[in-house]
């Protein structure tokens, strides 16, 4: 799940609920399959009423966070199942990133832009990357962004790299440029395609705020890790696109 941006002064009382006990589940403090305290446990907790708590539960069901168990309890769902698809490494190219490419064709890009620079903590996505890369969390560096395309945000990306702190100019929020080479750069490496995956998410709390679309909605995730030329992982990037806006086509002949 992504890091969560700061709430607006706007921001419904229940979606912020909803993104605190979200925080948690990330944390580990409610781990996959434990049951939520009761609405009347959360509503003394966070001093709302039982109706915010109920549309708060109802928030983090549909964007697939827990399960709703009529007549027992609310639950933590598990991660979702990641799938795999695996390419000759004959057809491996350098990774000059891929902004314009993971979007249609026909329309231009607005560009990348930098929205954070979060710690890495123990969420799953941190300890994925750290598994991905064989360093510690501690060892690692993020930073997350946003792709926008015809004045609209298409996918949140989120990328982790064995080394920091990074630049202060290159974290900026609202910095525009394409991060994979500007993190390459910044390291002084070269970088190549190692692996990439493909699956479909339902959008959590921060990414449906990103890319202001419902919670739950369809997400194509596309991950992986770039390596430098001797084949040391040098970059884990997880990027979700809003699945209405881009389809990913995989080439194994030049053209």
Partial sequence: MATNPPSSPHTPVYRRLARRIQERVDAGAYPAGTRLPSESELSAEFGVNRLTVRQAVAELERAAVVEIRRGVGTFVRPPAVRVSIAVDPRSQRFDLGS??????????????????????????????????????????SRVDSVIRLGGRARAACSY???????????????????????????????????????????????????????????????????????????LYVRRRIDGSSARFVLHFRDR
Avoid: H, I, K, M
């Fill in 99 to 140: 902004v314009p490419t993971a979007l249609p064709n026909e329309e231009r890009t607005d560009g990348e832009f930098v929205v954070a620079a979060p710690p890495v903590t123990g969420s799953p996505q941190d300890a994925e990357a750290a598994r991905q890369l064989g360093r510690g969390p501690a060892e690692l």
């Fill in 160 to 234: 982790w790299v064995p080394f920091g702190p990074l630049p202060a100019e290159l974290v900026r929020p609202g910095r525009s440029g394409n991060l994979v080479p500007d993190l390459a750069r910044a390291a002084g490496v070269e970088l190549e395609y190692d692996w990439r995956a493909f699956g479909a998410v339902g959008a959590d709390l921060a990414d449906a705020e990103l890319l202001g679309v419902p919670p739950g909605t369809a997400l194509l995730v596309r991950e992986g890790v770039s390596c430098t030329p001797d084949g040391t992982p040098a």
